[in-house]
């Protein structure tokens, strides 16, 4: 499970999470409803050397959580840099709840 930091402002629900050693390639952020999802499957593959091959071992990072508000999905920002991931998902206003 990753540990996933949150917190909110007048405009946005924000979230972090460390994934140190990661390409961006291999993260996947979803939203559902008001619940979401990050997905990480580092791509460790076959390594070849001297006439050996070690196949590298296959893990997952995975964070879920209910967000505390309805939030536009189709707004989602998401950047990653350094290791840090960073979702950005702007609240709805009242009227676009319904």
Known sequence: MLDLDVY???????VLADL???NEDEIEVMVDGDVLTILAEPSLGRHKSEGRCRVGR????????RLPCSVDPDRMQVDF????????LPKRKAREQS
């Open 20 to 22: 140190p050693g990661l």
């Open 81 to 88: 840099d350094d290791g840090v991931l960073t979702v950005r």
């Open 8 to 14: 909110e402002d007048e405009r946005d629900v924000v």
């Open 58 to 65: 296959s893990f997952r990072f995975l964070g879920v959580m």
